[in-house]
Structure formats: C-alpha cells, structure tokens
C-alpha cells in the first residue's frame, strides 16, 4: 500500500519488535536498519512517509496519546494500566502471549482482609480485589516481582505468568487467574480521523496478514 500522510509506529525493542516485524513485513513495511544493532531511536523505512520510534513499552500509549506517534504495538497489560485515554484500539496482533495472575506462596491466604499485592500492574490489581469488595494495600514495584512475598514485602503478587518458571524458581504459584494478554495495535484518535485513508488502510493490511497466519 502507499501512505499519502507522514505516519510514526511506536514499537517497544525486545519480543514485541521481533514479533511484529512479520507483520509488517506482510504489510509491505520494512525498516532500512536493524533495530538490534543500532542505537537510533528512529527507523526510516521502505516507505519515505512511514517512520518507527522505538521505545520502552511502558511509553507506547503516552506517544500514541498524545500524538507523538500515530500507531503503536503494546501488551494489553500495559495499555490496560494506562487506561486508553485518547487511542483506539483496532487490533489483537496475537503476539507477545502471555497471562496475567495473582501468584504468591501455595498457602497465602487471598481472601484475608488487608492483603498487601506487590505489582507492576497497581490499577488491573486494584480493580480485579475491588470487583469482588475485597480491599488490598498496593505495592508498586518495576520488576522482579518474585521477590516481594519472600522477603516479607507482600502477601501475593500480581504478574504475567508464561510458562510458570520463573514463579517455580522461587517457591512461588500461581493462585488465580485474571486474564489473558497479548498485544495490540493502537492508533491515535485525532490521526484516525484526520489520515483516515492511511490509518485505516494500514489496519486492514495487518489484519489480512494476521489471518493469513
Ligand atoms: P523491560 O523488560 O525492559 O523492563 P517490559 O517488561 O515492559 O520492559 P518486555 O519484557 O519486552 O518489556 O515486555 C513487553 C510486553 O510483552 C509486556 O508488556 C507484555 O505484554 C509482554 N510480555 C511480558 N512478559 C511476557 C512473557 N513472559 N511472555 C509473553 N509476553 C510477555
Ligand atoms: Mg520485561
């Protein structure tokens, strides 16, 4: 497909680069680099109008938010801390699989009043107790959740889980489930209207390479 207007992709390094890159490769969009061996933070591509900034996955939503960038690929896990204010979000890409659970030692007790979570992911974590009025004491953290309940820093955790692993590696379970993630396109809601042609284009082509699969 061509692109009349200028369009920027936020895309995060790691497993969501990798993954996505097939994807637009089937769309037709190739970077001129490559993003494992160069410290650009922007990629031109084979498509003088379509640039892709790379940044840490966290970020993706605030850069499609604000229009900094007109799409982005992110984990449901982190647009749902986000909130999605300001973008849309047409499409499961059906990568980056993983699932999101409440994990901690084979006995905790997660019914207990004032539970203590330890989470990167503060707001699903608050609103999956608060479905169920159960009250919980947050603890932000940025990683290495493993750690918390060992060290008497938590009761529980709430985390991605893939295979079950690293939780096994340090005593811990996964008690209950929450939901599944994966990641998904996301697309700016001043840019959908205004490069309506190229926005919706570009995810009609993703989402005929998604199927094609
Ligand atoms: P960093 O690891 O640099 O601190 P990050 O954790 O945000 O940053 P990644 O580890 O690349 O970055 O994770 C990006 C996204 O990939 C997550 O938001 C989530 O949606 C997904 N993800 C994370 N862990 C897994 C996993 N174990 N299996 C599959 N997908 C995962
Ligand atoms: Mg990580």
Redesign the pocket.
């Known amino acids: 497909m061509n692109f009349e207007a200028p369009i920027t992709i936020a895309l ?5 680069f990798k993954d996505t890159l097939p994807l637009l490769e089937a769309a037709g969009i190739r970077p001129l680099e490559d993003a494992d061996k160069t410290r650009k933070l922007i990629l031109e591509t084979n498509h003088e109008n379509v640039k892709l900034v790379l940044i ?3 970020d993706v939503p605030t850069y499609v938010q604000w229009g900094a960038a007109d799409f982005g690929v ?5 647009l749902m801390e986000h909130g999605g204010e300001g973008l849309y979000e047409p499409l499961d890409l059906q990568i ?3 699932e999101m659970w409440v994990a901690g030692y084979p006995d905790a007790d997660i019914t207990q009043r004032r539970l203590r979570v330890a989470t ?1 992911y503060v707001k699903s974590a608050h609103d999956f107790f608060a479905k169920r009025g159960q009250q919980c004491e947050m603890i932000k953290l ?2 290495s959740m493993e750690l918390a309940p060992i060290v008497g820093l938590a009761d529980i955790i709430v985390d ?4 079950g692993n690293t939780l096994k590696a340090n005593g811990l379970v996964p008690l209950e489930y929450m939901c599944d ?3 998904r396109l996301v697309v700016n809601k001043a840019s959908w209207k205004m490069k309506h042609n190229d926005c919706l284009g570009l995810v009609d082509t993703l989402s005929q390479a998604l199927k094609q699969k």
């Open positions: 995060s390094k790691g497993r969501i840490r996955a966290t992110t984990g449901k896990d982190v980056a699989k993983c990167k940025y990683g991605l889980v893939e295979s993630i994966s990641s």
